[in-house]
């Protein structure tokens, strides 16, 4: 797959020893080629790993972060995005010289190459510590894996190869996710109306918090209000985004690619989110691993291997009593049990379950000395230990394809 992105991207790309061609593409990308890209630029290897974690452990709740993304699409499309492109710009930034002095220019420049530059960082380092946990591989060469072809088809083929890649990754990824909601629905004991019972049970359904909490950090509110100025300021000013719009074709195209997110980058976050959630519900009939995360889990093992042994067998007996109340949930109407007092008593399980589970993340973060992250090697173990073998190799794919679009 890796070869395949650095290959036909490159193929693609046209014109680009000239800067137009380079930089903007000829202003000649189709709307949706742009619109691909926009979303596949803000989705990055973190939402494949972490964010479906989050749905496992927390639910749907965090798609309330995007909340306020339509309407910023919509103040945008309605003034930055006529206005750069119209000002034969190649970046947001030479506006800056036009309408104020070079030194702003460079100010702005430098602020965005150094914010860019960390969390290009992050975006690399989030997959490869996780891979190479899961895999045994050096971090160093996994890091490789994903920033090599990356540079080599960004500074060979320009926007352009940039922008083809990123069609190519968003497809993989949807494809993935799809995949993996089909295998989970399909192994599970239980019909997707029980499934989403037993979800819903623990308050992983929920989606909408419109209370005025200042503690909580995803709210509706929050979402509105501070997720519309986020995303205003990323897709109107970064130039990882401004590129994008500044390379279609017409005015009205760059709108087009900017609705097109605005209307598909929720369902997609929930459909990252539902991911989770389903593995959550999988793993109430399938006995997860005590500690997801398999480097952390071998250090405990030797180190406190009594210890850890009896907390695994309190679990082990936990995780029977759970999967018991969680079939009370997903049959009791059939069964004639009250709705209410099978999630009550499911509740209470998985309330044991989350007590053993944090004596051995202590356990886990006193014997290492690190934040043990468990979250993020949720997906990670469940796709390596339950995806038939292609299907696993297509997500692992997914994750370069998130790591190298960002």
């Known amino acids: 797959y890796v070869l395949y992105v650095v290959v036909d991207s490159t193929r693609r790309a046209k014109d680009t020893d000239q800067i137009e061609g380079y930089f903007l593409a000829n202003k000649s990308l189709p709307w949706w080629v742009v619109g691909l890209s926009v979303m596949a630029t803000q989705l990055s290897a973190i939402t494949m790993i972490g964010t479906t974690g989050q749905g496992a452990e927390d639910g749907l709740r965090f798609v309330q972060f995007y909340f306020g993304l ?43 190459l150094l914010s860019r530059g960390m969390g290009a960082g992050t975006i690399l380092a989030a997959p490869a510590v996780v891979f190479s946990a899961v895999f045994g591989w050096p971090l160093a060469w996994t890091v490789a894996l994903i920033g ?136 109430q009939f399938q006995a997860p691993p005590l500690l997801y995360n398999p480097a952390h889990e071998t250090e405990v093992q030797a180190e406190l291997g009594e210890a850890y042994a009896e907390l695994e067998g309190r679990y082990q007996n936990a995780f029977t009593l759970r999967e018991e109340a969680a079939l009370q949930v997903a049959e009791a109407d059939d069964a004639g049990i009250s709705s209410e007092a099978a999630m009550a008593a499911f509740r209470a399980r998985e309330a044991d379950i989350q007590e053993i589970r944090g004596e051995a993340l202590t356990m886990a973060e006193e014997v290492t000395g690190e934040s043990s992250r468990d979250v993020n090697y949720i997906i990670p173990r469940f796709v390596l230990g339950e995806l038939p073998i292609g299907l696993a190799g297509i997500f692992i794919a997914g994750v370069l394809a998130a790591a190298m679009s960002s």
């Open 70 to 112: 339509p309407l910023a699409m919509v103040i945008l499309g309605v003034t930055l995005v006529p206005f750069l492109h119209g000002s034969k710009v190649f970046t947001a930034y030479e506006y800056l010289e036009k309408r104020f002095d070079a030194r702003t220019r460079s100010l702005t420049s430098f602020l965005f």
């Open 148 to 283: 090599i072809p990356t540079v080599l088809y960004t500074m060979v083929g320009g926007v352009q190869a940039v922008a083809w890649a990123d069609v190519k990754q968003m497809v993989l990824i949807v494809f993935a996710l799809v995949s993996m909601v089909l295998v989970l629905l399909f192994k599970m004991p239980v019909n997707p109306d029980e499934a989403l019972q037993i979800a819903g049970a623990t308050g992983r359904l929920q989606v909408f918090d419109f209370s005025f909490s200042l503690t909580n950090t995803y709210t509706f509110w929050s979402g509105i209000i501070g997720g519309t100025f986020l995303m205003l300021s990323y897709f109107g000013t970064d130039q990882s985004q401004v590129q994008r719009y500044l390379a279609a074709r017409s005015v009205d195209e760059a709108r087009s690619s900017l609705l097109m997110s605005a209307y598909w980058k929720i369902p997609l976050q929930a459909l990252v989110l539902l991911v989770g959630v389903l593995v959550f519900v999988y793993y």
